[in-house]
């Protein structure tokens, strides 16, 4: 859980955050102050954690969090030094934990502290076009150009030699040196991550950011949806096409080639030297090896081993799609 | 036919009527006026009317509507308060007809009405990005946000609560409280509805609007285009992804979720509680179920029951066809 | 290669161009002086050609160039005017010599040259929204519209009586008589054209423009890239929804109707009166008939014969699609 951007407004104190998830009833041996909320790896002594899946136990045994938000049937897997926490809906409660700490993480307002470029420092450091805004907390590297109309919200880093587009809009985001975004792009804003609810759906906290890699290339009209836990990453050397859309939590290796009006759903894993067809779609929670050719059209809905060529929908070995359709 | 913004140039009379539509020769008793052009069930006496599907006689039989454009073939199914108006191409004449009512549908061009919001009555009463544009026929509700470049244009109505992000562009709509509209989105614009002509296509008007019902959410880079002789309509608390394009006519439920980069249709109707996977697509004049799911990438070309689940493209009931494609 | 925008830096020595793809040993007859880089077909005395497929071998018979970069095997292809230059990667050795001679076509930068419209001779020719920018070397027709915040970028022809939309970025582009562009349209950026190499990929330089036919209609959020080598065309009378990506090379021919997010891979050409539905996909390299109607959500990968219709992935025969589906 990288956090460069978004501020942490704890410590609080457990029994405060106790109220909010409807524990008011719970004794815990003293009041001590919490830190922070982060995953069952990363979090410290003083943290609070969450665990609502099996999957996750061998992590959860190791964990070093003081309190962790589960189940009844999920609680004996932690360890001693980690108080459980049993409340209804893991998720639920983590994102109104997870608010508490990090309140500014979960709307995407317009950025109202955007100015003009020519009232700040940049005016002088970077070539820019009409009416570009810069918002707080943004760096811009050397030899940078930045396109008519383009706003770069709040907590941006961006590095040398790199070309923004026009009608761009950034937020939340980690460019590396030698990046080109075109035209239109919208990268930064939450993802499509919600708990629904009839009547009035729950937002959770998207408190993730997106980091591109070195010599990249993002095509006009791209949408790169920022981590909710964690962050969404774009590799060195991988060129996007135009009017793709990457969810939250994906991340795309190295040296990458992904045609127009491709979809990658949320927390989907690709290795290096992936290659993806134009409209190919990538289905949520998967893992695409190295080196994998993903035809264009197909649609993916299970994890691909290095080295495949994959064709269909589902997709399956591009000589057995081709076998079968002939 | 609801027509709150667009203004009808009416009336007419008859006889300018026909003359528009070569039916001159045609005597009618008298030169009456007619009020307005409507569908066969919400048209009224004084107004003209049009009937080209025989799906449409159980209706077509109880018009109220003092005159019809529509064939030979079909004119019997009208009754005796309607005369039928015998004309090549029903849905031509109506085009024609309904240009002349609302000359202002047909053609999208910018909004040459919009000014800067610092001058106008709005620039206190919501909180606004750099260079946002109003057009003529604007009301906004209270405790709203409107992002950089954004431009409300003509005929819109916003309630409370709403955040629109930036570079929007939003005309002929009425929104509900508690939206968000995110950025780059174009919702609005008349549909993808003509009469295909070589060298020179006629346009039909679109005198319908877009609805977008409370605590819903339209993702970035989306386009919702307006209907042509009824409304599109987004239901309460449904939430969708970025780059979704729906299309004119089209009539989304309440609670339901649709991924990124789904498309749907002209004219179909969708319940409450569906979910559609990224990708997906819906044919057009389809009718979709309550609480019907839909997986990533499916094409959808016939009617969906209620509490159905769907796959494939052709989409079909999944459990069949994750067999068929073991 | 029609190329009215795009400046040729050359001549240039021939003993130049050899320095530059690493044949410095080479010894020709004299020093000549190259004048331009073109195809096989178009190029004249004093020209640099390119040869890298056996395909090309009849136009490559009667190329009047004076050197060709090709391969050992295809060397003896070549007519006795035209001196072989062999390289060990054809394209990319064109990518470099184009390059020389175009040094403007490889980067997409935003466009500084651009100005208010206020300041430039179209301020009393045209109607313009606010904020719009106008680049150099660009013409406009009488009796158009041009939206907010639209950028017009160096090199372009606009015909009259277009209506080009808001938030509209156009470059390298030829616009006739009669067209709408809709909001949100990117049109005339460089295509996805490069030569991968880990690390850092090679961009090969894109000449060509695009060239939209008259009465034509873009829809909103389309994105519409150059040519490489050759233009980007849309016939007249051609209507494109929302949300469409045709990719560079590609040609489409008149009275066609594409429907809303239908993307079209690099070079293919389309005939006339072609009808595409909804998010389908067209392969890159195909040859699409006159009169060919493929449904929405199909995904073409081989060439189509006039008069067919096709569904499917990979698309085939209606009829056949249907039947094997029920």
């Not at 990363?42 to 996750?56: G, M």
């Not at 805004?133 to 040398?160: A, F, K």
């Amino acid at each position: 859980m990288i956090n460069p951007f978004f501020k942490n407004n704890g410590p609080f104190k457990i029994s405060d955050i106790l109220r909010l998830i409807n524990l008011d009833d719970l004794k815990t041996v003293n009041d001590q102050k919490i830190n922070d909320i982060k995953d069952l790896f990363t979090s410290d002594n003083n943290d609070i954690t969450f665990f609502h899946s099996k999957k996750y136990k061998d992590i959860a045994k190791n964990t070093k969090a003081s309190f962790c938000l589960t189940t009844e049937s999920l609680k004996n897997e932690l360890p001693r030094n980690c108080e459980p926490l049993i409340v209804k809906n893991v998720l639920v409660s983590t994102s109104k934990v997870t608010s508490k700490f990090y309140p500014s993480s979960i709307n995407d307002n317009f950025d109202f502290t955007a100015k003009d470029i020519i009232d700040t420092k940049f005016k002088d450091k970077v070539n820019f076009g009409k009416n570009v805004l810069i918002g707080d907390n943004v760096t811009l590297g050397s030899n940078c150009l930045i396109g008519h109309n383009t706003i770069i919200e709040q907590n941006v880093i961006i590095g040398d030699n790199c070309s923004i587009g026009s009608n761009v809009i950034i937020r939340n985001t980690l460019i590396n040196n030698n990046v080109s975004v075109l035209d239109n792009c919208v990268i930064g804003k939450h993802g499509f991550g919600f708990f629904p609810i009839n009547e009035k759906n729950l937002r959770y906290p998207h408190i993730g950011i997106v980091i591109i890699g070195e010599n990249s290339e993002i095509g006009c009209g791209c949408t790169i949806d920022r981590g909710s836990m964690s962050n969404t990453v774009i590799g060195k050397n991988t060129f996007l096409d135009n009017q793709i859309h990457i969810a939250h939590n994906v991340k795309i290796g190295e040296n990458s080639i992904i045609a127009g009006q491709v979809g990658i759903a949320g927390s989907s894993i690709l290795g290096n030297n992936v290659r993806i067809g134009g409209q190919a779609g990538i289905s949520g929670h998967l893992t695409i090896g190295n080196n994998v050719e993903i035809a264009g059209g197909s649609g993916v809905i299970k994890d691909i081993s290095d080295n495949s060529k994959v064709m269909g929908y589902p997709a399956k070995n591009i000589r057995d799609f081709l076998k079968d359709n002939k």
